[in-house]
């Protein structure tokens, strides 16, 4: 029983064209970027490459933009960058609240919003943040560039609509006009670092105080994060107030159906999921300026 | 040890840090079952290239206590997940663990026997016992209270949890034709030779264990291991050294955990609060070759702590089961004692309604007091008193919801400590049977000598251990080491001021310095040393289960601090393991025996930013012992948990009868399931 990874080979590339190239022509390769979950999986030989390609020095791969109407994130850019970029903040608190949630600043230093998406672990905190955003993914495969929805990019655990040869380069969330908040709350396991449950919220409010729209994740309960439509659906059109709030909260519990397992049983993941769903939106219509008890 | 400074710098010499050109390094094929034969191993060095039963060595080891003879590899048959079963070599680390893939187990898998309790009655854990119990006895007086206005019961339990010192095990083990050197970060080099020896069969003479700077261990460290008679064996087939460093995983699944008691406890009161008698059924998770036997016995010894409860009677027992040997860890016993009494105090609070302070303070010692089970007490209301009063428990009961817990510290003063001082060229050098690894015996080692011998106390130096230095030794553990380890050095240090005086005609320092001297002495120790202990805790938990501690607070008697910043950064550390056994460190497995925990993070040890802070304060009621010092290391993990656990029971307003006490546990009580 070893702490040491296989041998492999490595190299550093300059485009993700190039890493594109050299990941459809390698079998056995893997895009090495943070490498918060992909060394510990190396070194304890979980898993065995014959390549890493290391995308974290091509120029321009990280970074964050602010265009017209969307925010542009690079695949390498940071977790601890995002925790710390007070734009991203502003436009999207949902962002700077899942990503100082994240495990430890030491991970957040190194890991990347790109690995914390592509490596799908249900655990992660960022996928069920995209797909409330309704973000879109470029993805780099063999034939080119496509974009991708978040909310049929995760498949299952550690499953998404990518395959071997694609590789994620940038994420792109649009703002809406209106009155847009956003916010995200998470449950950790009793010990470790990852998140039991989560919810990711984004809201919208009329000028009357009235929910106009909102989409509402649960993270970390299912293999992929879930959009609580019910919850969403009960809430279009009702007054932003704390009743509403709980009652789709309380929906949650007949709604969702999780699995008893080592970690926590249905009936907690239930009331954890329900009592988040309530917290996320309480703080989203808070931060539209709605006081609410 | 290294020079404090240069380890905070990463200049310390730990086990990783021993190298030698031509080394070995090698690495363990274990089992990945908790219970299975092994049909077929191909590959590797096996157990018949080990010929040898692993010695009962360290902590607690006597001659009399019942102990299986554990292999040092498993051949056929696999106890416990993790259990070593071949060795591989490599030049370097990386080609060790890439020859691992070359050896090939076959199993067949049996049904694990996880549970203590149901193993009391199942089949053997390991082939060939007749019984899983281990050891069976029945502590105190049996007793029979007929008028009670009160019979309370409860089951109450501590799961096991890893030791998790920073620094895993490890050993280099080097072999020159005549003699076998053995480095490896320990609580004690005297017990890891006697268990090299006593297993391998060698004279003393012929192995050296020497000490390297030791990153905490908890009582992990105490004793020996399959790993180091490998490593042994195999510097002395190969005649190159040989190294091996534990991985977390490894320590999580194949070291030896602490606590995992079950305890079924009642007790007898009176409407008024008094209690009568206490007695209850303790069983111990031992682990498959039934490790730290003793511990059962020992923890129903003190359960009725610093209380004089006239009557007490325990069946105590250890039971194996397929888990890896539970061994010590900080406290060993002392903490598992104290929360079974607590609990049931506090339990009995409920009750009554009592105030917590008063009820303890109605069934304190107000005399020397002599427990049914032998445990002999000074008088503790006038500490109880004292403490609570300090730590200002009166004035928050009255807005707030305060824990608190009051307990013994039973330092493992027995059997001594030897210590060997040796002037030369000015400087002084100094060898403790009771080493220091992260308890900084070298502050008080220099400030007794200084006082004593008159000199500066920079040219003192606290050696590492080393059997080629010191002739015989114990260890550091049980809180023992300052009591025994000060006395033998006040003991030296006048046999040397003697010398000094023989040679010269009086004594000075600057006589001593002038001079080489060369000295030793075994100070040999009967009898006991107890003392008082008592701790207050805040917390809040909210809906999810999340608990926040706001305020911990202790005050200890030590006797006398003789390194009052040691004192403090002793009851921080410990009350950071005391906090993480309540919130979240576990080793849990599932059904079919895989564990539940590969990492750190896994096995629930707080963060730098999950631990809370304590208030600290210490009285200084001087021992009998020239020096005045009583036992403090393990008092934090016996009166943290206890009044934590009380603080977080108080605002879920539900019963915590375990610990971990995980956030579903709390919302499954307040949603008045049953966990």
Not at chain 2, 462 to 471: C, F, V, W
């Amino acid at each position: 029983m070893g702490m040491t990874p296989g041998n492999f080979d490595y190299v550093r590339v300059s485009s993700f064209r190039e890493a594109a190239r050299i990941l459809s022509e390698e079998e056995n390769s893997k895009i090495l970027a943070g490498g918060q979950s992909l060394i510990p999986l190396l070194k304890t030989r979980i898993m065995n490459v014959d390549l890493l390609i290391d995308i974290s020095g091509i120029k321009g791969s990280g970074g964050i933009r602010q265009e017209k109407k969307s925010l542009e994130i690079g695949a390498t850019y940071r977790v601890g960058e995002l925790e710390g970029n007070s734009l991203a903040a502003e436009s999207f608190p949902i962002l700077h609240d899942a990503a100082s949630s994240i495990a430890d600043p030491l991970v957040r230093n190194m890991g990347t919003v790109g690995g914390n998406l592509a490596h799908a672990d249900p655990g992660n905190d960022l996928p069920p943040v995209m797909v409330a955003l309704n973000a879109e993914f470029t993805v780099l495969g063999p034939k080119g560039e496509r974009v991708e929805r978040s909310a049929a990019f995760f498949k299952g655990a550690f499953s998404t609509s990518m395959d071997h040869s694609d590789t994620l380069t940038s994420i792109r969330i649009n703002q809406k006009d209106g009155n847009v908040s956003s916010a995200f709350v998470k449950q950790r396991k009793s010990a470790g670092d990852f998140s039991l449950a989560s919810v990711a919220s984004v809201v919208e409010l009329d000028d009357s105080g009235n929910f106009k729209d909102s989409r509402t994740v649960l993270g970390s309960v299912f293999p992929a994060p879930m959009i609580l439509e019910g919850v969403d659906a009960y809430l279009k059109g009702k007054k932003a107030n704390s009743e509403t709030i709980k009652k789709a909260a309380s929906l949650v519990r007949t709604q969702i159906n999780p699995e008893s397992d080592f970690f926590a049983s249905a009936d907690y993941r239930r009331h954890v999921s329900s009592l988040l769903v309530n917290n996320a939106l309480t703080t989203a219509v808070r931060r539209s300026g709605v006081n609410i008890a | 040890m290294s020079d404090i400074v240069d380890i905070i710098n990463g200049k310390g010499r730990f086990i990783d840090d021993i190298s030698f050109p031509d080394m070995v390094h090698i690495a363990f094929v274990r089992s990945n079952y908790s219970r299975a034969k092994i049909l077929h191993v191909n590959g590797g060095y096996l157990a018949k290239d080990f010929p040898y039963f692993m010695a009962s060595a360290g902590e607690g080891a006597t001659d009399e206590e019942m102990s299986l003879r554990a292999p040092v590899l498993a051949s056929t048959y696999a106890a416990y997940l993790g259990e070593p079963i071949a060795v591989v070599t490599g030049k370097n680390r990386y080609e060790a663990e890439d020859n691992l893939e070359g050896v090939e187990v076959d199993y067949d898998p049996l049904n694990p026997i996880l549970d203590p309790e149901e193993a009391i009655n199942s089949d053997p854990v390991i082939p060939g016992v007749r019984s899983n119990v281990i050891s069976d006895r029945f502590v105190g007086r049996p007793f029979s209270i007929t008028d009670a206005d009160l019979v309370l019961e409860d089951r109450l339990e501590n799961r096991r949890v890893a030791t998790n010192p920073i620094e895993t095990r490890g050993v280099v083990a080097a072999y020159d034709g005549s003699k076998l050197t053995v480095w490896t970060p320990t609580q004690s080099a005297h017990s890891v030779r006697d268990g090299i020896c006593e297993s391998m069969n060698l004279p003393k003479e012929s192995v050296r264990v020497i000490q390297t700077d030791t990153g905490g261990a908890f009582g992990l460290k105490g004793g020996v291991y399959p790993e180091y008679i490998v490593a042994s064996t195999l510097a002395m087939k190969l005649k190159r050294p040989v190294k091996w460093i534990e991985t977390r995983r490894e320590h999580l699944m194949a070291s030896r955990p602490g606590r995992g008691v079950v305890g079924r406890m009642k007790i007898y009161a009176m409407k008024t609060g008094l209690i009568r008698g206490i007695s209850g059924d303790i069983i111990v998770d031992a682990g498959a070759y039934g490790g730290a036997s003793w511990s059962s016995g020992w923890i129903a010894y003190q359960v009725t702590g610093p209380y004089a409860i006239k009557e007490a009677y325990f069946h105590a027992r250890s039971v194996m089961t397929n888990k890896v040997d539970q061994g010590p860890y900080r406290g060993a016993g002392r903490p598992e004692a104290s929360f079974l009494m607590e609990r049931m105090i506090d339990l009995l609070c409920d009750e009554t309604g009592i105030d917590a302070l008063d009820l303890r303070l109605l069934n304190s010692a107000k005399d020397r007091f002599k427990s049914p089970t032998g445990m002999e007490i000074e008088p503790s209301a006038g500490f109880i008193s004292r403490a609570f009063e300090k730590m200002g428990y009166r004035q928050l009961a009255r807005t707030d919801r305060p824990g608190i817990s009051a307990f013994v510290l039973i330092p493992a003063v027995a059997d001594g400590e030897s210590c060997r001082i040796r002037v030369k060229n000015g400087r002084i050098s100094v060898w403790l049977g009771g080493v220091t690894h992260g308890q900084r015996h070298d502050l008080w080692v220099k400030s007794l000598l200084s006082e004593k011998l008159g000199i500066d106390p920079s040219i003192v130096t606290l050696e590492l251990g080393d059997t080629d230095m010191l002739r015989e030794g114990v260890g550091t553990w049980g809180s023992r080491s300052a009591i025994v380890g000060a006395n033998a050095l006040l003991k030296v240090a006048a046999k040397i001021m003697e010398s000094v005086r023989k040679k010269t005609g009086s004594y000075s320092g600057k006589n001593l310095l002038a001079g080489d001297y060369d000295e030793y002495e075994y100070a040999n120790e009967k009898g006991s040393l107890i003392s008082f202990g008592a701790n207050l805790a805040l917390a809040d938990s909210d809906d999810l289960g999340n608990v926040k501690i706001r305020t911990m607070k202790a005050y200890y008697d030590v006797g006398k601090a003789l390194a009052p910043q040691v004192v403090i950064s002793q009851i921080r550390g410990g009350a950071v393991q005391g906090a993480g056994q309540v919130l979240s460190e576990n080793l849990e497995y599932d059904r079919d025996g895989q564990l539940m925990a590969a990492t750190l993070s896994d096995s629930g040890v707080l963060n730098s930013v999950q631990a809370p802070d304590i208030e600290a304060f210490y009285e200084e009621n001087p021992s009998r012992f020239p020096h005045g010092a009583k036992g403090l290391g393990e008092s934090p993990t016996i009166g943290v948990p206890t009044a934590l656990v009380r603080a977080i029971e108080r605002s879920a307003g539900i019963r915590i009868r375990k610990t971990p006490v995980t956030p579903e546990n709390i919302v499954s009580a307040k949603l008045g399931k049953t966990e």
